[in-house]
């Protein structure tokens, strides 16, 4: 019976050791894998990301991706792959939720860098933001955002583009090793192929039409086995998130517009003035025909016009050629 607990406290004890050792900062042996997590598995610790100031080779992976395996049969660990199905594990996972590394053995420390849309928590608007970590468990899957700025298109126009890029990280060493940074060489692909699509579309066109916004995204997608190829990482949807014109050009288009209808306005206000001109010039040659032309042929309408005026207002003012002024007649 003795020897019964004793056992049982032994393995107890060495149950959380275990866990203990495992949940150290940089641990070795075992270690906990979290969740949708991936790490590389060297033969001498790393405390820097620069690796040539320290650490080993690649000789394993570990994971807690669901429903993935990570297939190492290729003798180039540049080579291993996830593919779908179910991770077979060991007991020491199913009894303590711990993975073995093995004796001498490390995680490698990594340094991840992406462009992340989002906000701070003291922050109330969305922003494009630089991810930086340093961390020795990298996720499978994640979002790089992509912004595109100054782009020139028909004319001298020049619009901004922010593409959303869901990816997962395929072939976990290839993406980790190829390249010192592999989301600056997806950025720079992007960037390139965007510049070469959009050159020549109508700005207004590609703001205005979801087809066109949709065609470019899928562009994008078509590049995804080249990608993996080089970089190791699968591009799994792109998004076309925002596209707007630089700063520069909406200042152009906005003075462009204020101009026009300006213009229009001065335009109107011409129209106006002339047809109220014409109309006075029509009433005016229309009463010197019916009134003035008359008036002046037949003596009699002149004197009538004379009483007239005298009649309405008890003075008549009359002009007497050669004479140096006009003479009102008395009352």
Same mark, same amino acid.
């Given at each position: 019976?003795?020897?019964?607990?004793?056992?049982?406290?032994?393995?107890?004890?060495?149950?959380?050791?275990?866990?203990?050792?495992?949940?150290?900062?940089?641990?070795?042996?075992?270690?906990?894998?979290?969740?949708q997590?991936?790490?590389?598995?060297?033969?001498?610790?790393?405390?820097?990301?620069?690796?040539?100031?320290?650490?080993?080779?690649?000789?394993?992976?570990?994971?807690?991706?669901? &429903?993935?395996?990570?297939d190492?049969?290729?003798?180039?660990?540049?080579?291993?792959?996830?593919?779908?199905?179910?991770?077979s594990? &060991?007991?020491?996972?199913?009894?303590?939720?711990?993975?073995?590394?093995?004796?001498?053995?490390y995680?490698?420390?990594?340094?991840?860098?992406?462009?992340?849309?989002?906000?701070?928590?003291?922050?109330?608007a969305?922003r494009?933001?630089?991810?930086?970590?340093?961390?020795?468990?990298?996720?499978?899957?994640?979002?790089?955002?992509?912004?595109?700025?100054?782009?020139?298109?028909?004319?001298?126009?020049?619009?901004?583009?922010?593409?959303?890029?869901?990816?997962?990280?395929?072939?976990?060493?290839?993406?980790?090793?190829?390249?010192?940074?592999?989301?600056?060489?997806?950025?720079?692909?992007?960037?390139?192929?965007?510049?070469?699509?959009?050159?020549?579309?109508?700005?207004?066109?590609?703001?205005?039409?979801?087809?066109?916004?949709?065609?470019?995204?899928?562009?994008?997608?078509?590049?995804?086995?080249?990608?993996?190829?080089?970089?190791?990482?699968?591009?799994?949807?792109?998004?076309?998130?925002?596209?707007?014109?630089?700063?520069?050009?909406?200042?152009?288009?906005?003075?462009?517009?204020?101009?026009?209808?300006?213009?229009?306005?001065?335009?109107?206000?011409?129209?106006?003035?002339?047809?109220?001109?014409?109309l006075?010039?029509?009433?005016?040659?229309?009463?010197?025909?019916?009134?003035?032309?008359?008036?002046?042929?037949?003596?009699?309408?002149?004197?009538?016009?004379?009483?007239?005026?005298?009649?309405?207002?008890k003075?008549?003012?009359t002009?007497?050629?050669?004479?140096?002024?006009?003479?009102?007649l008395?009352?």
């Amino acid at each position: 019976m003795i020897g019964f607990i004793l056992a049982a406290l032994f393995i107890w004890g060495l149950a959380l050791l275990l866990r203990a050792i495992a949940s150290r900062e940089n641990p070795t042996i075992v270690t906990f894998v979290p969740a949708q997590m991936h790490a590389l598995v060297t033969t001498k610790s790393n405390k820097e990301t620069d690796v040539t100031k320290g650490g080993g080779n690649i000789v394993d992976a570990i994971h807690a991706v669901p &429903g993935r395996i990570l297939d190492k049969s290729p003798m180039d660990p540049m080579n291993w792959y996830y593919k779908l199905g179910r991770e077979s594990r &060991g007991i020491l996972y199913y009894l303590l939720g711990i993975q073995f590394i093995g004796i001498f053995r490390y995680l490698r420390l990594n340094d991840v860098r992406t462009f992340r849309f989002g906000r701070k928590d003291e922050e109330s608007a969305y922003r494009l933001q630089a991810k930086s970590d340093q961390t020795r468990y990298v996720f499978f899957s994640g979002q790089h955002d992509i912004q595109i700025e100054g782009v020139e298109t028909t004319g001298i126009l020049k619009i901004n583009l922010l593409f959303n890029l869901i990816y997962e990280e395929i072939f976990p060493v290839r993406v980790r090793l190829r390249t010192a940074d592999p989301y600056a060489v997806l950025t720079m692909m992007v960037t390139r192929l965007v510049i070469s699509k959009v050159g020549g579309t109508d700005p207004k066109l590609l703001i205005a039409e979801e087809t066109r916004q949709r065609e470019l995204a899928d562009a994008i997608q078509e590049i995804d086995l080249i990608v993996e190829e080089q970089l190791g990482i699968r591009i799994i949807k792109v998004t076309l998130a925002d596209v707007a014109f630089d700063a520069e050009t909406q200042k152009f288009l906005e003075l462009e517009t204020r101009t026009r209808l300006q213009n229009e306005a001065a335009v109107a206000v011409a129209t106006k003035d002339r047809t109220v001109q014409i109309l006075a010039n029509d009433a005016a040659a229309d009463r010197v025909e019916r009134v003035i032309r008359p008036t002046a042929e037949n003596d009699r309408t002149v004197a009538v016009r004379v009483a007239e005026a005298y009649e309405n207002n008890k003075v008549v003012t009359t002009y007497a050629p050669g004479a140096s002024a006009m003479l009102p007649l008395g009352k």
